[in-house]
């Protein structure tokens, strides 16, 4: 979470350091901020981030203790509840969340669960969370699959 805000206020240091000139700016859909600089007349397209893009970035980052605290030998904590929500955020696209999506869903909350239940396999049970993710990006958005392989635990 320190990282994503540190990079959100860097983003808003070098934008907000650049000229000033009018921007008139107008909401399109739940996921598009597109803006209109008056003086050239080019337009810019802001991502803001579905409730599924932030939990998975949430996730992610939760992910990414809980390796260290399995590498560590750490006692490893309270499966985290707010994961369910995988199941009923709302997507970018909601026709994403279909049959494929619901199962690989239920792939990685079942990996992530055993973590918990079963802490002499953490790794494995951890591994098997991350293939879960690999394979839906796969299908889905392959976008961030370099972003989650950094976080397999190897041997």
Do not use: W
Request: glycine share 4%; proline share 3%; hydrophobic share 40%.
């Amino acid at each position: 979470m320190k990282r994503f805000l540190t990079a959100l206020a860097s983003a808003l240091l070098i934008f907000g350091c650049q000229s000033k000139e009018k921007v008139e700016s107008t909401a399109t859909a739940d996921t598009t901020v597109v803006a209109k600089d008056s003086a050239s007349g080019k337009k810019f397209e802001m991502y803001e981030m579905s409730e599924m893009a932030m939990l998975m970035e949430q996730m992610y980052v939760d992910n990414q203790r809980l390796k260290e605290r399995i590498r560590n030998g750490e006692t490893i904590g309270e499966f985290p509840s707010h994961f369910q929500k995988i199941h009923s955020a709302a997507m970018t696209d909601p026709s994403e969340n279909d049959a494929f999506f619901k199962e690989k869903a239920a792939d990685f909350i079942k990996a992530q669960e055993l973590i918990y239940k079963d802490p002499k396999n953490a790794q494995k049970h951890f591994n098997d969370g991350v293939d879960a993710c690999i394979q839906c990006h796969q299908v889905k958005c392959a976008g961030p699959i370099a972003r989650i392989k950094k976080l397999y635990i190897k041997q």
